[in-house]
């Protein structure tokens, strides 16, 4: 008996999934389905009308052509997103995504390209890619493990809290050890690998506030993390 | 001519070939010394210089375009050692020229990574370039694939006579506006096997089949069915049976075949190429068939998802015992996330008996998430090449493996067995 369906949407897959962004998708649809609930997964291409049922919004990160192909659509759905975010529904957005959800990216020339301004961040292009293993560290989620790949270095505002501190690697930048961002119930990182399969914590979280805000209460089933566990201990012990 | 700086890089590769060193040493003395040396000893060569590079298949058809050429009597310098970098080049070279730096070959076929091939273009201009692919592979090393895709268009506009392109992968094929001086000659699939071989714009989330090239190919690969393919050539339907597995290998071939025909133009004898294409056999530590006790042995090489995914398709896992070895050193890419670009629900219906290597958990927790069974976990190779071995008597063996697991498997097969190699 499934004790109730959710649906993920997932943006721009097409353009926006290049660190194996399909993992944080799968990951949510199996866990669900562990905790005994049902998955259906729709995904938002530029052009496509933004759909009124989605209950867990996911992105991730692409190159640059991509960023540019979905920049218009991005600004157009931009308010909805916002305005789901302000509500309380749960997001994961990655890399490139989480630089967009952010107030704008001034690249090196000069450029800004503006976000959509969900989280109250701002990204600026740096010189060099900060690439890497990542271990960091948070009082909401535990050690979070990850790998970072990203040139532009962002910077939190007042209106954001960091998902967690770094104590291996960079995170959002070269200068504070701040990894991610958090506001309400949306989750920002610059760490795939992908980010949920290691880090289940986070994954219940998002499945747990999307369940809660549907049916009121969340029903958790038993899931086995043993291999989690192992990966994440792994990840932790290699070169950065 | 610096008879002294070849002397000198000649000693230096003979002592450190005593010594067990790497290649690139004696490289790296004569580029010190004699910095126009390489340029100096490919220039005289009848048939220039040709340049091979993408994202996968570059051993195997760098190997392929040598055995096509050397099969029509030419004589073919190349950077056999696999260390496909400019300072291995220049070491290679010093084993073949004269003490005057003169090279007796009529052509030189290079394998070069795609970083190194511009740094190598700068100092030797091509007369053709191969150019395979361009996949998300090592993107910690290069950031992006457009970036990749924009160091395989500076291959491009430095290449003197003819630029050799992949027809179906759309960034490959989009250089050739970039092409300045030289011609532009194709490589391709038939419409019905565009299928097999989806690009990195068709993994996940991503529908349908490329839009149909139009554009002309020289060698088309028509049809596969196991070792045996058709290729078109020049309006004809050649059948061949080949000794390399695997469809990527065989598109490969058609590559190959295409790049032999354009340094050959109109002296090449058809049957003796064909002749010459069924008798390659694979590239060291690029996909082999071994008997181990009595049982056959494949290694399957996957070092990104476009190679992990064409391995599972090429490959039936019924009837098979399967290993998959991941590492994650620097030559196999330290990021795990292309695990989770590449579907394993082939291997659900037969599991899998063992998952090894540095990584071992990230490989076993990606295949719990496609609900595929995991028998066994042993992260240490040795160990875990012995208990597969002795779980599996009497049925043929498969073991997908990253680059640096390959050698490891490789290295400890010849210590608990006697490997014959069969093909
Ligand atoms: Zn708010």
Redo the contacts between chains.
């Keep these: 008996m499934s004790k109730g369906t959710i649906s993920i949407l997932q943006l721009y897959p097409r353009e926006m999934n290049i660190y194996g962004d399909w993992g944080n998708v799968l990951v949510l649809k199996q866990r669900l389905a562990w905790h005994g609930y049902d998955a259906v997964i729709s995904e938002h291409n530029a052009g496509d009308s933004f759909p009124d049922d989605a209950d867990l919004i996911i992105g991730g990160g692409g190159q640059d052509s991509g960023q540019l192909v979905i920049q218009e659509d991005l600004q157009a759905i931009g308010p909805r997103l916002r305005g789901l975010a302000e509500d309380g529904q749960p997001m994961l957005a990655i890399c490139g995504l989480y630089q967009l959800f952010g107030k704008f990216f001034r690249t090196v020339d000069g450029t800004v390209i503006p976000g959509i301004g969900v989280l109250d961040l701002e990204t600026h292009g740096g010189k060099e890619r900060l690439i890497g293993n990542v271990v960091a560290t948070s009082g909401e989620f535990g050690e979070i493990h990850g790998y970072e790949n990203h040139s532009g270095q962002t910077f939190l505002g007042a209106g954001v809290t960091p998902l967690a501190t770094v104590t291996k690697g960079e995170g959002n930048n070269a200068r504070d050890n701040h990894e991610g961002a958090r506001h309400h119930n949306v989750v920002a990182s610059y760490l795939h690998g992908s980010l949920l399969p290691k880090n289940p914590a986070i994954a219940d979280f998002l499945i747990r506030t999307a369940v809660e805000r549907k049916y009121g209460t969340f029903e958790p089933g038993e899931v086995d993390d043993t291999l989690a566990d192992l990966a994440r201990r792994h990840a932790g012990s290699r070169p950065r | 001519m610096n008879p002294l700086s070849v002397l000198v890089g000649k000693a230096v590769r003979r002592a450190s070939k005593l010594r067990g060193g790497g290649s690139a040493l004696p490289g790296l003395v004569v580029e010190r010394m004699d910095p126009g040396f390489m340029g100096r000893a490919l220039s005289t060569l009848e048939h220039g210089v040709m340049v091979v590079s993408g994202t996968n298949g570059k051993t195997t058809t760098t190997k392929m375009v040598v055995e096509l050429l050397e099969g029509q009597g030419l004589k073919v310098f190349t950077n056999r050692t696999g260390s496909n970098f400019t300072r291995g080049v220049a070491a290679a070279l010093l084993g073949e020229v004269d003490w005057r730096g003169r090279l007796d070959a009529d052509i030189a076929v290079l394998e070069l990574d795609e970083a190194h091939a511009v740094h190598f273009v700068n100092l030797v201009r091509p007369k053709y370039s191969l150019l395979l692919n361009v996949l998300?592979d090592q993107?910690?090393r290069f950031?992006?694939?457009?970036a990749t895709t924009r160091l395989l268009g500076r291959i491009a506009a430095a290449t003197a006579g003819t630029v050799i392109l992949n027809r179906e992968d759309p960034r490959v094929a989009g250089l050739a506006p970039t092409v300045r001086d030289a011609g532009v000659v194709y490589f391709g699939l038939d419409p019905s096997l565009r299928s097999t071989f989806p690009n990195d714009?068709e993994?996940?989330?991503?529908t349908g089949v490329p839009a149909p090239s139009d554009l002309p190919a020289d060698v088309v690969l028509e049809q596969v069915e196991g070792n045996g393919a058709v290729f078109g050539v020049g309006g004809r339907s050649v059948p061949a049976d080949l000794r390399l597995r695997g469809v990527y290998n065989i598109f490969n071939a058609a590559a190959a075949l295409a790049a032999a025909r354009t340094v050959l133009g109109g002296a090449a004898d058809e049957d003796a190429l064909f002749a010459s294409l069924s008798a390659v056999e694979p590239a060291f530590g690029r996909g082999e068939s071994l008997t181990v006790n009595g049982q056959p042995l494949e290694l399957v090489l996957v070092k990104n998802p476009s190679g992990f995914r064409l391995g599972l398709k090429s490959f039936d896992p019924a009837g098979h015992a399967t290993m998959i070895a991941i590492n994650?050193n620097y030559a196999d890419g330290?990021?795990?996330?292309?695990?989770?670009?590449v579907d394993f629900d082939s291997l659900r219906a037969a599991g899998v008996d063992l998952v090894t290597g540095?990584?071992?958990?990230?490989m076993?927790?990606?295949l719990?998430?496609?609900d595929v069974e995991v028998r066994g976990i042993e992260?240490e190779i040795p160990a875990a090449l012995k208990e597969f071995i002795a779980g599996s008597p009497g049925q043929p063996k498969r073991i997908f493996c990253t680059y640096t697991a390959m050698l490891a498997v490789r290295r400890e097969l010849s210590k608990i067995t006697t490997v014959e190699v069969v093909s």
């Design positions: 998300r993107l910690d950031g992006e694939i457009d714009d993994l996940r989330g991503a994650d330290r990021d795990m996330s292309w695990l989770w670009d540095v990584r071992a958990y990230d076993a927790l990606r719990k998430y496609d992260p």
